[in-house]
């Protein structure tokens, strides 16, 4: 790994890891499965669950709740986001943490610690690390890999599940993505397609996390739901939640946005 401090480069520790999947004899172009009544195909329904919170360009705030064994603690983020390779996550509080941010420009991605006036360059294995001590990695966070074009997919069921009509899409990654999960299990609500639960299951298939999306409310204009918590499997007790606060889709982002620079500011 790479660092950047006051303009001179140097090596440094890396940081905790995380991403994707596999399913039962499935093969590529899955997406030809019969398309549904309201006429999405799988393809459709996952590049809408990808792309839910980022339209062309997107900016907002968030509140991020991360509770483990042993602490507890809250985050207040702003993040900006252009097209699927351009996004930057800023800790706005608490005081101690102010300032801490993670940029994704390209195929690049880089932390700023204010403390140390130091920035990170991380390599693209470091996208399934831990971002910031809670349960999400790098890429939950900066959204570096998409469904549709880094998996295998079928719909795997469609009809009633626990008193909700939803739509299950089962994922498997392509040999060369740079996913970490075995497979991906993703539920959507078949009346509108917005994402109910994802279901992450590591190489030897064993579920090893599962995303819950709840509170669904309009922000922006666009019907979301706002909340989302992450529960791990081996880490019963623990969790972490991030609840939209704030939204704006389609906004003019320039590049010095998602500058080194600007990571720094």
Known sequence: MTTVNGGHCNTARTIPVVILL????????????????????????????????????????????????????????????RGKDRSLIRILAPLKEKGTATLRSGSDLWNYLPKVNRVIKLPSSMLSASWMGSHFTNDDLVKGSRFAEDYDFRISFQGMRDGQDVVELTCIPKPQAPVVWGKVEVVVRRSDYLPV???YYDEGLRLARTMAFTHYRELSGRLLPTVMTLVPRDKPGEKTQIAYDEIRFDVVLSDDVFSLRNLQQ
């Not at 019969?34 to 839910?52: G, Q, T, W």
């Open 197 to 199: 639960a994802t279901r």
């Open 22 to 81: 596999l399913a039962l004899g499935i093969s590529a172009g899955l997406d030809a499965y019969p398309v549904l009544a309201e006429e999405l195909s799988a393809r459709d329904i996952l590049n809408k669950v990808d792309d839910l919170y980022r339209g062309t360009s997107s900016q907002g705030k968030m509140t991020m709740e991360v509770v483990t064994e042993h602490w507890k603690r809250t985050l207040s983020l702003e993040f900006w986001s």
